[in-house]
């Protein structure tokens, strides 16, 4: 069973900066495609980044502010967040990627069959 731990969320000013991490465990968890998504109040949960090997895909709202990575050696997949806007407040969830998609794929949920519990950004003077 694979489990999915976010951390690194809080407040942060627009054109500051935070880096999330999302710790994996379980048998082969550093071979998974993994995603960051993010839901704001009112708002239906939006695709952020994903990474396969290391190929990477963003959204159009943070491509050139958000970075995803890796670190197999921990078991942990990163989110470093840019010069950040309040647009960008919203609890942020990551996820792993069911099977070996496409990387085209990884732009919906329906990829993805595990979830963390999320954390809390928001971005804020």
């Known amino acids: 069973q694979v489990q999915l731990a976010e951390s690194g969320g809080g407040l942060v000013q627009p054109g500051g900066s935070l880096k999330l991490s999302c710790a994996v465990s379980?048998?082969?968890?550093?071979?998974?495609?993994m995603g960051w998504f993010r839901q704001a109040p009112g708002k239906e949960r939006e695709f952020v980044a994903a990474?396969?090997?290391?190929?990477?895909t963003y959204a159009a709202s943070v491509r050139g502010r958000f970075t995803i990575s890796r670190d197999n050696a921990e078991n942990t997949v990163f989110l470093q967040m840019n010069n950040m806007k309040p647009e960008d407040t919203a609890v942020y969830y990551c996820?792993?990627?069911?099977?070996?998609?496409?990387?085209?794929?990884?732009?919906?949920?329906?990829?993805?069959?595990?979830w963390g519990r999320g954390t809390q950004v928001t971005v804020s003077s």
């Open positions: 996820a792993k990627a069911r099977g070996r998609p496409i990387i085209s794929s990884l732009w919906g949920a329906e990829a993805y069959d595990n």
């Open positions: 990474i396969r090997s290391r190929d990477t």
């Open positions: 379980g048998r082969d968890s550093t071979t998974y495609a």
